[in-house]
């Protein structure tokens, strides 16, 4: 059984930083491309970031030049930085991860992190 954590969400002053951290464990034979996700309250959850197996990386529009993903592909991580924080980035963030454990890849989410930003 495939499993992903995230950690790293909060309360942090708009412009300031967080880094969010997403673990994936289990029997795991491959992964593909991995991303953060975040949904706001009566919002579609929507793209923020995804990274390739070969570190080839998209950004919404919204967060480009601040935010980094990236990823530890030994520790099956993916990371976002996140720095110069608005009040619009307030959303509950998902790791998402394509990741084939026997032949067939399939689509897994973490149960997702809030991020508050807020004076």
């Known amino acids: 059984q495939v499993q992903l954590v995230e950690s790293g969400g909060g309360l942090v002053q708009p412009g300031g930083s967080l880094r969010l951290s997403c673990a994936a464990s289990g029997r795991i034979f491959s992964i593909n491309a991995m991303g953060w996700y975040r949904q706001a309250p009566g919002k579609q959850r929507e793209l923020v970031a995804a990274i390739t197996s070969g570190s080839n990386t998209r950004y919404a529009d919204s967060v480009k030049g601040r935010f980094t993903i990236s990823r530890d592909n030994a520790k099956n991580m993916v990371y976002l930085q996140m720095n110069s924080l608005k009040p619009e980035d307030t959303a509950v963030y998902y790791c998402?991860?394509?990741?084939?454990?026997?032949?067939?890849?399939?689509?897994?989410w973490g149960q997702g992190t809030q991020v508050t930003v807020s004076s």
């Open positions: 998402n991860a394509r990741i084939v454990v026997t032949i067939f890849e399939d689509n897994y």
